[in-house]
């Protein structure tokens, strides 16, 4: 479980986008809505466009070079970056949620977590000026091999991991232990009642006998050899990483 940087304060998000009527949207509701209205974190919305200069009147332009799309400028990005930073601690690290980033992962998630907050930078078009992420140390970060159409659901997304992990939102904070990456492994099938379920062809299906035993001893080494067996199947790549730790 990590740690709350300050005890006192809450978790502080602040967004930077194009479509500010995006936030919170999904993290009003549940567990993240109702830590939102506890103050457990708190979320500040920046809109691009109100911080475009009268001498460039956009927020994007072409890209040098030639080629598709459009680039957001780096003076306004800088410019909305300067704000953001009057709002959050000086330890919040810049985010750019970007399919070129580096992958976004639970380790990453727990460390956030543990810290002041984060400013998140949403981009849209074909991206951000290379320039501003250089001179502001902005970190990149993805969801993964596939391309979503701005940076908008993806800080959705890494907002959600983070705020579950915040002390006082998840009522069980066992089960945390327990979940899918801790040491590496995918979570072991999970099973409720009934213990007899027909399915829609008619056939039976029965839960693992052992998972009735009431044997915790067999019931741990039958689940971690379920976890093991999936982790080495759908993710070899985090097997590996498993079997040298
Ligand atoms: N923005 C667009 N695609 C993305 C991805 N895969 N991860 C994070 N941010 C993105």
């Known amino acids: 479980m990590s740690k709350h940087y300050n005890s006192e304060s809450y978790w502080h998000a602040v967004i930077l ?3 500010p009527e995006i936030f919170p949207g999904p993290l009003n509701t549940s567990l993240a809505g109702k830590a939102l209205k506890d ?6 919305v920046l809109n691009f466009r109100d911080f475009v200069l009268e001498s460039a009147g956009k927020v994007d332009d072409e890209p040098f070079g030639g080629g598709a799309g459009m680039v957001m400028r780096p003076d306004i990005v800088d410019i909305a970056l300067e704000s953001a930073s009057k709002l959050v601690d ?3 690290p810049i985010i750019y949620l970007t399919p070129r980033g580096r992958p976004l992962d639970q380790t990453r998630i727990k460390k956030l977590a543990s810290g002041p907050g984060a400013v998140l930078i949403c981009g849209r078009y074909e991206g951000i000026d290379q320039r501003v992420i250089e001179a502001r140390e902005v970190e990149e970060v993805s969801l993964g091999d596939f391309v979503l159409s701005g940076g908008e659901i993806a800080s959705l997304a890494l907002l959600d991991s983070v705020i579950r992990l915040l002390p006082g939102v998840l009522g069980n904070e066992e089960s945390l232990s327990e979940e899918s990456f801790e040491q590496n492994l995918l979570e072991y ?3 409720t009642r009934p213990a007899v379920w027909h399915d829609l062809r008619g056939k039976k299906n029965c839960i693992p006998d052992i998972l ?8 741990k080494n039958w689940r971690r050899k379920k976890s093991e067996e999936i982790t080495q199947d759908r993710r070899p790549d985090l097997w590996a990483k498993h ?3």
């Open 243 to 245: 079997i040298i730790k």
């Open 189 to 191: 099938p999970h099973y």
């Open 212 to 219: 009735s035993s009431g044997d915790h001893g067999k019931i």
């Open 17 to 19: 986008t194009l479509f």
């Open 39 to 44: 103050k457990i974190w708190r979320l500040d």
């Open 90 to 92: 000086d330890k919040a």
